[in-house]
């Protein structure tokens, strides 16, 4: 299959010449059974990779699992991938099979490879060598055959000297690399990949199309995009739903993208540079401020898995909940707090998103009355949300509107074994 195909199947934007490479040579080894480490920034299109080498491997009949190593408790990693006993810890009432066992014939995706544990790491180096692995609390050897894609964000040749990650297993894994580009290296696809996310957004909400300006698009052009391309998707959501004019200014863009507008006039950050050894009001390099923009996307990140979490704790919305809710409210442009007005799609949102902690409290005693209801409606949602996407908890658990984290902890809650 030629590489414009593959783009087409598989909803693949851009042209840039860097991406064109990457997904040459995911065709060429989606036929060999050979390990693959994807390298590159957070929301570049890992995952999207790691499902296209399956898909067009001879494995693509048999089961593709998607793990996050970050996600899942350091505790329970070795019993995940590779099962265990009854008995083999407190907790361990029944025998469980593990992800290698049960993807047996398929391919796992190893997704956040760095933050595997150095124990964890052994296993996997054995089990990548000669097939064989060992549930926890077990003597007895088994086989399976399985196809392992792993992707970072990290740097793990640094890592190999750091001693938090084996050597021998970072060569074993580089096999074959693929490098997927950041957003901002392949500037020529931003607008691309905007027009193409709007219209799916506006199909999916049933709101009119919208088009950028001029400024608009430079403002895109220019900004950083520390997230990538899940990025510029949640602005191309948030865009597409909260806009209330179809074309789209500059100014009107700074509403969902403010850092762009400090970009556009070179802001330097004096609170925050007052802290750093360069001298008084001396403006940032730019490298220093693409560091600042990926610590503020993080901290972003990390309101959000909160965010999630509070949605996990006061009950799983019904519906799609839009993407843009779970991400940070599009702030002011003078900085301060002002309630946001939202159209109609934003209001299928459960009321306590919007509460103030100290009420939902107050809604506890009703809570516990229907929980059980809750929960078997909850517990269904998510094997749906597993199986119609064959097992990935990452794209599940966006399109159930929690943080993986919520899910891996939820799959636990209700033994879902699928
Ligand atoms: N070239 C692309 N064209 C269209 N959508 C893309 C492209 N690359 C990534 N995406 C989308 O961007 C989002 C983030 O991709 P993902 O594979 O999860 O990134 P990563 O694993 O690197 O963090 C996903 O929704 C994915 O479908
Ligand atoms: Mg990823």
């Not at 934007?13 to 920034?41: F, K, M, R, S």
């Not at 002002?338 to 209001?347: E, I, V």
């Not at 794209?395 to 799959?411: F, H, N, P, V």
């Amino acid at each position: 299959m030629d590489v414009q195909s593959i783009k087409s199947r598989f909803g693949i934007i851009g042209n840039a010449p860097a991406l064109n490479h990457a997904l040459e040579v995911a065709n060429q080894v989606a036929g060999t059974d050979l390990t693959v480490l994807i390298a590159g920034e957070s929301g570049v299109g890992k995952e999207a990779f790691s499902a296209i080498i399956h898909a067009l491997s001879p494995r693509k009949h048999n089961p593709f699992i998607a793990v996050n190593c970050g996600a899942i408790p350091e505790g329970t990693i070795d019993s995940e991938l590779f099962g265990h006993e009854k008995g083999a810890f407190t907790g361990a009432v029944d025998a469980r099979k593990g992800y290698f066992e049960t993807v047996n014939g398929g391919t796992i995706f190893l997704d956040e490879i760095g933050e595997m544990p150095i124990g964890t790491q052994a296993r996997l180096l054995r089990v990548l060598e000669t097939g064989e692995f060992i549930r926890v609390g077990s003597s007895k050897v088994q086989k399976t055959n399985v196809r392992v894609i792993a992707a970072t964000n990290r740097d793990l040749l640094d890592f190999t000297r750091t001693g938090k990650f084996r050597e021998d297993l970072y060569y074993r894994l580089s096999t074959v690399p693929i490098r997927v580009p950041a957003l901002r290296d392949r500037q020529e696809d931003t607008l691309l990949l905007f027009r193409k996310f709007a219209a799916d957004f506006s199909d999916k909400y049933r709101t009119p199309g919208i088009q950028l300006d001029a400024s608009a698009q430079q403002m895109l052009l220019q900004y950083p995009w520390p997230g990538n391309i899940r990025e510029l998707k949640n602005i191309a959501e948030q865009v597409s739903v909260l806009s209330t004019d179809r074309v789209v200014t500059g100014t009107a863009l700074e509403r969902f993208l403010p850092q762009a507008k400090a970009i556009s006039e070179n802001l330097s950050l004096p609170a925050i540079s007052s802290l750093s050894t360069s001298q008084a009001g001396q403006e940032f390099t730019a490298t220093e401020r693409d560091i600042l923009y990926k610590l503020f996307f993080d901290l972003k990140r990390d309101l959000n898995d909160l965010k999630q979490a509070l949605f996990g704790m006061t009950g799983t919305p019904n519906g799609p909940v839009p993407e843009t809710m779970l991400n940070s409210y599009p702030a002011p442009p003078n900085g301060g707090y002002a309630a946001p007005s939202y159209p109609t799609p934003l209001n299928r949102l459960p009321s306590a998103a919007l509460t103030p902690v100290s009420t939902a409290a107050h809604e506890d005693a009703q809570e516990v009355e229907e929980s059980l209801s809750i929960s078997d409606v909850e517990k269904e949602l998510i094997i749906k949300a597993l199986r119609k996407h064959r097992g990935r908890r990452r794209d599940a658990a966006s399109e159930l509107g929690i943080s993986e984290r919520t899910l891996y902890r939820k799959i636990k809650e209700y033994d879902i074994t699928d």
